[in-house]
């Protein structure tokens, strides 16, 4: 299992409250943007494509925990940018913990082992580090266009794990993808003593500099039903085990947006941290006004045809998981025997 018992069973019984409550549309996990800035320029990337007086922006603390108490979600992830950035991030993560919400730091980890030695955060079964890790390291310093990257995340990884952190990895794979050189990161990951990895396809971000690399449906499912093949039991995701299954091709879900709502800078992001359709300035008018059934590969919209995102279709195979004694049964069959 990638995820503690006491997560998962925060996780179960929050989804089984709103199946009782009979809501069909809530948040699971909030991504909470600070900032947009970073100190990398991935070719993948569409968020920092903003001019500078854009990018100097950022959230305050008291912003930042208003939107966290106004969507309830029991998991808050803090993207960006580079979360690290943040001058209030030491600050944010304590009361984010107080309010005993799971955080999961997104970062590049070019100055986590500086903030660690600083002793900005505290280990804390609520807190975890995710590392972004696109695969080993010829893959992952083309992915971030800056050499020597994959080393200092390494280093920053071990270094974690030493202090007593919780560690994950968060991988975004693209069309330049080998199936045996992402086994292979699979198991340089497992030799790190990281917690669990995510892994999630390439989305085509309308601002992202190279727009050839993204992965369309055939080729995600091609992709991933290889690289998960027989599946080793060493391998610990981060990830329900259905969603991994709709990544190979096995389960067919539709995008469930709103389980990941993001709050940024310009207020609740339409429909979801990949598409810019908009904001909303409270929580209540994104889930309310916002047109979902424009939305998904169901709805016919071009911009959501090759979209397997774990943001949209993460939310759904938890749903999926609670919804049916089948999907409980087979998630539970999964976790235990690893088996995909």
Known sequence: MGVPASQAWTVATYA????????ERYPLVLMLEPLLRCNLACAGCGKIQYPPHVLKRALTVEQCLAAVEECGAPIVSIPGGEPLLYPHIGELVEELVRRKKYVY?????????????????????RLTFSVHMDG??????????????YDIAAQAIREAVRRGFRVTTNTTLFSQSE???VRDFFDAMMDLDVEGM???????????????????????RELFAQALA???????????PLFLQFLMGKRDFECLPWGNPLYTIFGWQRPCYLLQDGYAPTFRQLMDETPWEEYGH?????????????????????????ATW???????????????
């Open 105 to 125: 730091l997104c970062t590049n980890a070019l100055l986590l082992s500086e903030k660690m030695a600083e002793g900005v955060f505290a280990p804390s079964k």
């Open 179 to 181: 199936p045996a050189r």
């Open 136 to 149: 080993l390291r010829e893959e992952h310093d083309a992915s971030v266009c800056r050499d020597g990257v």
């Open 230 to 240: 027989d599946k080793k039991k060493r391998w610990r995701f981060n990830q329900s």
């Open 16 to 23: 089984l409250k709103q199946r009782l409550m009979r809501r």
């Open 198 to 220: 995510m892994v999630s396809p390439g989305y085509s971000y309308e601002n992202a500099p190279d727009q050839d690399s993204f992965l369309e449906r055939g080729k995600t």
């Open 298 to 322: 169901a709805s016919g919209n071009p911009q959501c045809a090759n979209c397997m995102v774990h943001c949209g279709y993460e939310p759904a195979a938890v749903h999926a998981t609670f």
């Open 326 to 340: 089948r999907g409980l049964r087979d998630a539970a069959s999964a976790a235990l025997t690893g088996r995909l």
